[in-house]
């Protein structure tokens, strides 16, 4: 195991208004999770993006950027 960035990089870009247009944000972590049956889905950065969108002001999007993750998975890569 080697080194990992820990941190959530976080840019918000606001409206004339000052309402949030948008977040943009990265990880440094692999969306990798499926379902059992080798099925898709939006993993933690739907679950994340939905959350951001819930808490801004209507219409605001949350747009995830991958993070320098080379080896950096949820799990262990042979229990996915």
Do not use: W
């Amino acid at each position: 195991m080697g080194p990992i960035d820990p941190q959530v990089g976080i840019l918000r870009l606001d409206k004339a208004d000052g309402k949030t247009l948008a977040v943009v944000y990265n990880f440094a972590c692999h969306p990798i999770m499926g379902l059992p049956g080798g099925g898709n889905t939006a993993d933690y950065v739907g679950y994340a993006s939905k959350t951001i969108e819930n808490n801004l002001s209507d219409g605001a999007l949350a747009l995830f950027i991958q993070g320098c993750g080379g080896d950096i998975n949820p799990l262990r890569y042979k229990d996915v």
